[in-house]
């Protein structure tokens, strides 16, 4: 794994949920170097999915442990190597069987580093007051000052402002996957329900910020009644112990 992108956080896999994010079949090789991953068999998982996706099977082959820890492990096509020759010649051979490896060279080596930077990924809790500064306009060297204000020194900052613009850019290729998934539903949706209206907003970045959806049945209810009633969607994240719900009524 290179070293140059070990730190990157936006190249970093914790777990198989992180993989549904990939463009596995338009990844290159020059990218695959930059991903690290949490555990070895989360870099499996992402193995397979890559094999797959290029029409090839995968399997574990050899690796290297140091005490206790495994420190390298390759993958490799399940047709990866020959058969031994001995198989040829057993005498109690009783029917030739197909011969399945062809020397195939497709193969992923996975290291482990310690000192890959891992330890400099910022906490939940530093991504969101990051997060709510961000909303306010505050540029990410302020907010990574602010920081080093409350933990009493830079010094005591466990990540650089390069990690906290990889952490934003992490997030934005997640919600923009997130928000294009939903507007293809409603894509879907519209093409059952041609009564359907939605509309989306976005800011400057083509970034998703608003959303409105609604569908026939919901409009004919409203002709009929005449009330709307919201449920906050963020309400786990304000500071009230009860849901947000807002009664709108027809003039």
């Known amino acids: ?11 970093a896999v914790d777990s198989g949920e992180s993989l549904g ?10 990218e695959v170097l930059r991903f690290n991953f949490a555990a070895i068999d989360i870099a499996f998982e992402f193995y397979q999915q890559y094999a797959k996706h290029h029409g090839f099977g995968a399997r574990r082959s050899k690796s290297e442990k140091r005490g206790e820890v495994r420190i390298r492990q390759e993958f490799v096509c399940h047709r990866q190597g020959y058969r031994s020759p001995k198989f040829y ?35 939940e809790a ?21 920081m080093a204000s409350l933990a009493g020194g830079y010094h005591n900052v466990p990540y650089t402002t390069t990690d906290m613009h990889n952490v934003s850019a992490k997030q934005r290729r997640v919600g923009g996957l997130d928000a294009e998934s939903c507007l ?10 041609p009564a359907l209206y939605y509309k989306e907003v976005v800011d400057g970045e083509g970034v998703l910020q608003h959303l409105f959806w609604c569908d026939g049945t919901s409009q004919i209810d409203y002709h009929v009644f005449g009330d709307v009633v919201a449920f906050d969607a963020q309400e786990k994240r304000l500071p009230f112990t009860s849901c947000s719900i807002l009664l709108c009524e027809s003039p």
């Open 1 to 11: 794994m290179s070293d140059n992108y070990a730190d990157d956080d936006l190249y």
């Open 21 to 30: 994010s990939i463009d596995f079949l338009n990844l290159s090789e020059e």
């Open 89 to 123: 010649s057993m005498p109690n051979r009783q029917r030739p069987r197909a011969d399945t490896r062809c020397g195939c060279p497709a193969r992923m080596l996975l290291c482990r580093d310690d000192e890959s930077g891992r330890h400099r990924r910022m906490s």
């Open 126 to 146: 530093d991504i969101e007051q990051m997060n709510d500064m961000r909303k306010g306009d505050i540029g990410v060297s302020r907010i990574h000052g602010f």
């Open 184 to 193: 293809r539903y409603l894509r879907e949706c519209k093409a059952n329900d």
